[in-house]
């Protein structure tokens, strides 16, 4: 019998562990840490697992680099 993990694993929207997300964001594992404090929509699981849907992923990327380059327009 597969594992919760290992079921996600098989499901293209999920990704699981830091190394996915980041390789998926495009940003470090250290950065994607981080970000998690900004609202970045990770999960754990009760196993331990860090895990993301890549749609949710998506939507809050363009969100927050959105609200970036505001903040930027505020600054300059």
């Given at each position: 019998m597969?594992?919760?993990?290992?079921?996600?694993?098989?499901?293209?929207?999920?990704?699981v562990?830091?190394?996915s997300?980041?390789?998926?964001?495009?940003?470090?594992?250290?950065?994607?840490?981080r970000?998690k404090?900004?609202?970045?929509?990770?999960?754990?699981?009760?196993?331990?697992?860090?895990v993301?849907?890549?749609?949710e992923l998506?939507?809050?990327l363009?969100?927050?680099n959105d609200?970036?380059?505001?903040?930027?327009?505020k600054?300059?």
């Amino acid at each position: 019998m597969d594992s919760f993990d290992e079921f996600l694993r098989r499901d293209a929207s999920w990704l699981v562990g830091w190394e996915s997300i980041a390789k998926f964001t495009g940003c470090s594992v250290a950065t994607c840490k981080r970000n998690k404090k900004f609202g970045m929509p990770v999960r754990k699981l009760p196993t331990g697992s860090v895990v993301a849907l890549a749609p949710e992923l998506t939507i809050w990327l363009i969100y927050f680099n959105d609200g970036l380059e505001r903040e930027k327009e505020k600054e300059g």
